[in-house]
């Protein structure tokens, strides 16, 4: 069994930055998958970025420019550093671990940006 523990995220105006870290632990498979989906109110959870333990990212096209996701392997640990944030990033933010186990899903953290 995974268990993810998310840090990170609150309030902070447009265009500044943000982090969240998220911490794996339990039962991890050397080949895995942690990244980060976010879901605005009224609106279906999207993927934000992903990266796979062999170095392989995955972003949103919203994403891209803007967003980077980064691992400590050894460490279980995932890290989205965003940057340029508009009001349309507010979200909760989940962390998620994908391997051949399964799936585990973070409790999300609220991102908001205001005007």
């Known amino acids: 069994q995974v268990r993810l523990v998310e840090s990170g995220g609150g309030l902070v105006q447009t265009g500044g930055s943000l982090g969240l870290l998220c911490e794996a632990s339990?039962?991890?498979?050397?080949?895995?998958?942690m990244g980060w989906h976010r879901q605005a109110p009224g609106k279906q959870r999207e993927l934000v970025a992903s990266m796979a333990t062999g170095g392989n990212r995955n972003y949103a096209d919203f994403a891209k420019g803007r967003f980077r996701i980064s691992r400590d392997v050894a460490e279980n640990t995932v890290y989205l550093q965003m940057s340029s944030l508009k009001p349309e990033d507010t979200a909760v933010y989940y962390c998620?671990?994908?391997?051949?186990?399964?799936?585990?899903w973070g409790q999300g953290t609220q991102v908001t940006v205001s005007w």
């Open positions: 998620k671990f994908q391997s051949q186990l399964g799936e585990t």
């Open positions: 339990g039962s991890i498979p050397s080949y895995n998958v």
